[in-house]
């Protein structure tokens, strides 16, 4: 499974936007990024997920280039309730997913 | 209920002793996941069940580490011999699996578990 790197830590304010970069150099073609949020004492919650180009949601935007060794999760307007970890994983949506998390990104957003 | 259940939130054990974890996954989803995860890290994978049976324990730390899921529904993770060590949030996951996958793990909110 292809690793991913991405900042430990972002400060931010309420109402900026926020944009995250994971770096997976090594993805696979058959690969997806997907992206995870977890607040404290819960477990993670899926965001968003893609394979190419630009996906977007109610929550989110995700970035990724053409040659998709790297992606971008956007948050826009960002409240004191978007403070949490992120983490971005990547892995093949085949019959047996299996998610590997990393560290994450910690999310502080200040009023 | 509507999400992932688990039993207990909390559970405090002295070393030595065993212990189960209950997971309770949405209903109708096949694929089932363990997670171990502590302070400051991201989970840890231990286990993934399609149905009944474990296709991928490789996560699991070592021997005194076991879970089942006899009937393709709840699932118990199961730790002997406890160690400081273990202490931790369990985390479970469903899924849809299967040609049903969209690759979304639904996560309950953990049982915490110290051993003293």
């Known amino acids: 499974l292809a690793k991913t790197t991405q900042p430990i830590s972002m400060d931010s304010y309420e109402g900026q936007e926020v944009n995250i970069t994971c770096s997976h150099n090594n993805i696979a073609t058959n690969d997806y990024i997907t992206w995870y949020q977890q607040f404290p004492s819960q477990g993670p919650r899926f965001i968003i997920q893609?394979?190419?180009t630009k996906v977007t949601n109610e929550v989110a935007s995700l970035f990724i280039p053409a040659d998709r060794k790297s992606s971008t999760l956007s948050l826009p307007r960002v409240s004191l309730s978007d403070t949490a970890v992120y983490y971005c994983l990547v892995g093949p949506m085949d019959s047996s997913y299996k998610l590997i998390f990393g560290s994450g990104t910690r999310l502080l957003v200040r009023p | 209920g509507a999400g992932v259940s688990q039993t207990p939130s909390n559970k405090v054990t002295e070393k030595g002793k065993y212990v189960e974890l209950r997971c309770d996954p949405i209903?109708?989803?096949?694929?089932l996941y363990w997670y171990r995860q502590s302070l400051g890290q991201g989970p840890e994978f231990l286990i993934y069940f399609q149905g009944t049976g474990a296709a991928d324990d490789s996560g699991l730390p070592n021997d005194r580490f076991f879970a089942v899921r006899p009937e393709g529904s709840v699932s118990t993770l199961k730790i002997q011999r406890t160690e400081r060590g273990d202490s931790a949030v369990y985390l479970c996951?469903?899924?849809?699996?299967?040609?049903?996958?969209?690759?979304?793990?639904?996560f309950g909110e953990g049982s915490r578990l110290t051993v003293l």
């Open positions: 893609g394979y190419k």
């Open positions: 996951a469903s899924s849809l699996g299967g040609q049903g996958n969209t690759g979304e793990l639904f």
């Open positions: 209903s109708g989803h096949t694929a």
